[in-house]
């Protein structure tokens, strides 16, 4: 079992760049594949970026694509979300996830585990 702590958010303007860190627990950290959510007031949890258990292969969803990058340090047992460029609509609660497995996955429910969120705020 794996426990996941998110840090880093907080409030920001528009234009402005934000790195979110999730730390694991646990001496196996690499052999999980990680993945970035966000959820929104009223909305559902949405898809923000994923990557392999290695750091090789990465994968951001169309709303950040381009604003996003995802990267992991293996020995710090971290993954980090760095956001570029934030809108006021990427305001939202972001979670950090853990799954078994050689890829990565970008759909929540391939996940088994998962942090208790950082809040995002972007003001205009």
């Known amino acids: 079992q794996v426990q996941l702590v998110e840090s880093g958010g907080g409030l920001v303007q528009a234009g402005d760049s934000l790195k979110l860190s999730c730390t694991a627990s646990?001496?196996?950290?690499?052999?999980?594949?990680m993945g970035w959510f966000r959820q929104a007031p009223g909305k559902e949890r949405e898809f923000v970026a994923a990557?392999?258990?290695?750091?090789?292969?990465?994968f951001s969803g169309d709303a950040v694509k381009g604003r996003a990058t995802i990267s992991r340090g293996n020995a710090k047992n971290t993954v980090y979300l760095q956001m570029n460029s934030l809108k006021p609509e990427d305001t939202a609660v972001y979670y950090c996830?853990?799954?078994?497995?050689?890829?990565?996955?970008?759909?929540?429910?391939?996940?088994?585990?998962w942090g208790q969120g950082t809040q995002v705020t972007v003001s205009s």
């Open positions: 996830a853990a799954t078994i497995g050689q890829g990565y996955y970008t759909q929540s429910i391939q996940y088994e585990y």
């Open positions: 646990g001496r196996t950290f690499s052999t999980y594949a």
């Open positions: 990557i392999n258990w290695s750091g090789s292969s990465t």
